[in-house]
């Protein structure tokens, strides 16, 4: 039987730039609030740690936290040796962090599966299941990136928008970077615009930091930027990862991935979702059945603490937004590229997954 410090060391083994990890009894994770200017490792005991990390973005990305939900319950039972009521109370206070993610919801309920279940040391059983969903998900992000590699030609311009790559993921590239990892891999000539995203700049700071360590060429844009270079024929595909999907293929992304999707269209430029069938939500119908979170207006007012507008200036923050299925030419999953009808497509999907396929 595989014990998780095999499998940490496994994958610290591998090319993996690793978000979220175990390691003397502590769960150590990246500030991803403090890259690219300093790679600080936080070490935490405590699930309420944990959650406050999710919350505040030290730890980011549907990916990664969705993994945060299994390494959160693992902790949970450790801390309280095995006791079910605590590690239910865990799952309930690590599904309140962020409304919006569905791999976190899924990950907890998942292993709060094995807490009802029957059988006899539940640490292990947890630590079983914990092994099974991370290894899972790195293999989703090879898979899916190999599927959507073959959407990408010799010589393309890719946007992609925030950060889904692996820092917001399992370590080899999230979604939308797996797919560009993969193509770069595959030796086709690529280059990708990197669009900042306003107000985290989680492009700027993370994208561009992992293109540059992948050594993929890239060009940095500002939001704002996208339309005009779509118009001047600069970007030959748009590739961006998904928070949510739901079942007529909606999706909800980064704020500002609308937009982005907008401007393809009107371009004639291919808009693809790089995403896994945990993100997919065939229990909503559309996205605007989706809850879009809400963040404090103050980091949009502020950028890492300094103000950028008067005092006392009126602001904004949904912090994702809903593209429609309309805009969408193809939903990258592990197990190929989905196109529309996409609740025909979805579902199908979803019953190979069940039926394990
Ligand atoms: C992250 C974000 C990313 C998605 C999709 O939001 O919107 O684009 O997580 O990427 P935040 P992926 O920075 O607010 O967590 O599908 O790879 O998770």
Partial sequence: MKRIHELVRSFQEQELLLPIWFEED???????????????????????????????????????????????????????????????????????????????????????????GKGSDLIERIEQKTIEILER?????????????????????????????????????????????KAHEQGKNIHVYTCETRPYLQGARITAYELKKFGIPHTLLTDNMSGYCMSQGMVQKVVVGSDRVASNG?????????????????????????????????????????????????????????AIAPEGTNALYPSFDITPNELISGIITEKGVMQA?????????????????
């Fill in 137 to 181: 998900q790195l293999a989703f992000e090879h898979q899916l990136g190999s599927h959507g590699a073959e959407m990408i030609d010799e010589g393309d311009a890719i946007l992609t928008h925030c950060h889904s790559g692996a820092l917001a993921g399992s370590g080899y590239g999230g979604r939308a970077l797996s797919v560009i990892r």
């Fill in 341 to 357: 009808p996409y609740p025909s497509s979805l579902r199908s999907l979803q019953s190979t997954v069940e039926s394990g396929v």
């Fill in 250 to 306: 909606d999706l909800a992304n980064k704020i500002g991935t609308y937009m982005h999707a907008l401007a393809a269209k009107a371009n004639g430029v291919p808009f693809y979702t790089a995403t896994s069938s945990h993100t997919i939500d065939l229990a909503v119908a559309a996205g605007r059945d989706i809850e879009v979170e809400f963040r404090d207006a103050s980091e949009v007012t502020s950028f890492q603490k300094r």
């Fill in 26 to 116: 502590k769960l150590h994770f990246i500030d991803q609030k403090k890259l690219p200017f300093e790679s600080r490792i936080e070490a935490i005991t405590e699930v309420d740690e944990l959650a406050t990390a999710i919350k505040d973005m030290t730890i980011r990305g549907s990916g990664a936290i969705g993994t945060c939900g299994a390494w959160g319950l693992y902790l949970a039972a450790l801390r309280s040796h095995g006791n079910p009521e605590a590690i239910i109370q865990a799952g309930a206070l690590l599904k309140q962090t962020r409304p919006t993610a569905v791999n976190l919801m899924k990950t907890v309920d998942e292993i709060i599966g094995i807490v009802q």
